[in-house]
């Protein structure tokens, strides 16, 4: 008999002066605070703007949009050819840089440990470097972005130890039998060489033994950003801090768990409410890019 559990997080981010606030908090939107919710076979997760439900008996999802009052419905098997169809409305000349993208991944297991609300976690670092070309453009540093991020994850026995994990870890295990997600990622990014078996590396090293991420803590640096933000005039009273390193990081983001629990999970958060709009999954992908209203979460 499978029992309930819930994460929640909380994810600081610190941007440099390259990136204005205003334009930090709205892509932020919803995403500071996350949380994911398990009873028996069926998971809640909140993505940014968006609700995530999944079923795996009937391997099927439901994606809510709450600030719009809609929501879409889609199996598992449809999902990526969705998602990726979605992705084809995007300008020809986006998805021509996307598909320049050549990708590096390394990771590897460090000796740092650390305790978390608790529960020993041992650390586990990737290194993702990206290199783009631009046609007709100024040549670009190498790399064009890098990625560095430390994730720390439960020690096996502190899984068995603490009942909430082992519900997490019994769930993940159903959920990657029922609905492979690593797949699913590199078909929707089949048309960019490289990016999906990357990401997909990522994902599986990240939940190898069905571990949940405790803390994680990652930096984003790109040189060509910052060099082309000192060429550019700059609004009054909004000038650059003289001497910018272009190789400091452009985005630090810090997210650890807040909440874990293995209290009961109200069945009602499953359900879509009363008065919402059945949609086409791109409505929804398409209406999130524009919200600003975060989740209302039912307790």
């Known amino acids: 008999m499978w029992g309930d559990a819930a994460l929640r997080y909380h994810t600081d981010v610190q941007a440099s002066a390259v990136i204005p606030a205003a334009a930090l908090d709205q892509a932020l939107g919803g995403m500071r605070d996350m949380e994911i919710r398990i009873k028996g076979n069926k998971a809640y997760s909140t993505v940014g703007n968006l609700i995530s439900i999944a079923d795996l008996t009937s391997q099927g999802s439901i994606l809510m949009d709450p600030a719009h009052r809609r929501f879409a419905e889609i199996s598992s098997a449809q999902y990526g050819d969705q998602i990726q169809a979605a992705l084809s409305t995007m300008p020809e000349q986006a998805r021509a840089m996307l598909a320049s993208l050549k990708m590096n991944l390394e990771s590897r297991t460090t000796d740092r440990s650390a305790t978390i609300q608790g529960i020993q976690t041992e650390e586990r670092e990737f290194v993702l470097t990206v290199d783009m070309a631009m046609p007709g453009g100024p040549s670009a540093p190498a790399p064009f972005l890098k990625m560095v991020m430390q994730v720390w994850i439960p020690k096996p026995e502190e899984t068995e130890r603490v009942p909430a994990l ?7 295990t159903s959920a990657s039998s029922a ?15 490289g990016m999906g078996d990357n990401i997909r590396t990522m994902v599986e090293d990240m939940t190898a033994n ?6 994680t803590h990652c930096e984003v640096v790109m040189p060509l950003l910052a060099l082309l933000s ?3 005039p700059q609004q009054a009273g909004q000038a650059l801090p003289a001497g910018l390193d272009p190789s400091a990081p452009l985005v630090t983001l810090n997210q650890e768990v807040v909440e874990l629990s293995a209290d ?7 359900d879509v409410p009363a008065g919402y ?12 890019v524009s919200g600003s209203t975060p989740p209302q979460f039912k307790q």
């Open 179 to 193: 609905m492979n997600v690593a797949e699913t990622i590199k078909q929707v990014f089949s048309s960019m060489p």
């Open 166 to 172: 082992q519900e997490f870890k019994r769930y993940r």
């Open 277 to 288: 709009q059945a949609v086409s999954l791109e409505e929804i992908l398409t209406g999130a």
């Open 210 to 215: 069905s571990g949940v991420s405790l803390r």
């Open 264 to 270: 009961p999970v109200d069945g009602a958060i499953f």
């Open 230 to 232: 000192q060429q550019m």
